[in-house]
């Protein structure tokens, strides 16, 4: 079993529609939620972590926390064609960050 | 940018080189990591430093020796690499790896692209 699971895409959405993504963890340890964007060979860019179960918003995007599901969610609302990019979800234990493949989203004007 | 740089952002080499990647923060940081991104599969960690002091070693193959002189600097050592250790290698750093382990954010520089030959 992976540790982190994410859907590898291609998501798809209009402008302006929201674009969900989903990962999943094994370890029920795990501390901290993170959610990186990377661009087309560029390296990860942070967009957001959360470590308490329930919802934390920071400007467009929305993060979701299920530590009795294991589940960690991002929701990207009013999407833009700037958004397209591969979503990476990363689980931190003891200081350790495992990261998912990845969900890549492509926005269409 | 944030405030992690990595030299040189492309490298390519040959199987009985030696070359060294470089990594430097400038973010106050006491936590430095490698990783390795291969095409279609998740970043995986390398080497982690705690205060210039190694605390990880995930299993990587001795051809790739890590140096960290201070916390602010963190080099990669390539020597008799193989064509499939071709990929991006990214380096991190955070605050610190002890303590509050769940307030941990990790900050990537731009990476190094290499292709081994």
């Known amino acids: 079993q992976k540790e982190v699971e994410q859907n590898s895409g291609p998501l798809s959405v209009p402008e302006g529609a929201i674009a969900s993504l989903n990962c999943t963890y094994s370890?029920?340890?795990?501390?901290?939620f993170f959610w990186y964007r990377q661009y087309s060979g560029k390296s990860p860019e942070l967009i957001m972590f959360?470590?308490?179960?329930g919802d934390k918003e920071d400007g467009r995007f929305t993060a979701q926390l299920n530590k009795a599901s294991q589940y960690v969610s991002l929701l990207i609302r009013d999407s833009q064609p700037s958004d397209s990019a591969t979503y990476l979800c990363?689980?931190?234990?003891?200081?350790?960050?495992?990261f998912g493949a990845g969900t890549t989203v492509t926005v269409r004007a | 940018e944030t405030g992690v740089t990595q030299t040189p952002r492309h490298l390519v080499m040959g199987m009985t080189n030696k070359k060294s990647l470089k990594c430097e923060q400038h973010?106050?940081?006491?936590?430095m990591y490698w990783y390795k991104q291969s095409a279609k599969k998740p970043l995986e960690l390398m080497f982690v430093?705690?205060?210039?002091?190694?605390?990880e070693n995930n299993s990587v193959p001795s051809r790739f020796s890590p140096e960290c002189p201070n916390s602010s600097h963190l080099f990669l050592h390539l020597h008799t690499l193989q064509p499939e250790d071709s990929a991006l290698y990214l380096c991190?750093?955070?605050?610190?790896?002890?303590?509050?382990?769940?307030?941990?954010?990790?900050?990537f520089g731009p990476g190094t692209r290499l292709l081994v030959l």
């Open positions: 991190a750093s955070s605050p610190t790896s002890v303590g509050a382990a769940y307030q941990e954010t990790q900050y």
């Open positions: 370890d029920r340890g795990s501390q901290s």
């Open positions: 959360i470590y308490s179960n």
């Open positions: 990363a689980v931190l234990k003891d200081y350790k960050l495992s």
């Open positions: 973010l106050g940081h006491n936590a």
């Open positions: 430093y705690n205060f210039k002091e190694q605390t």
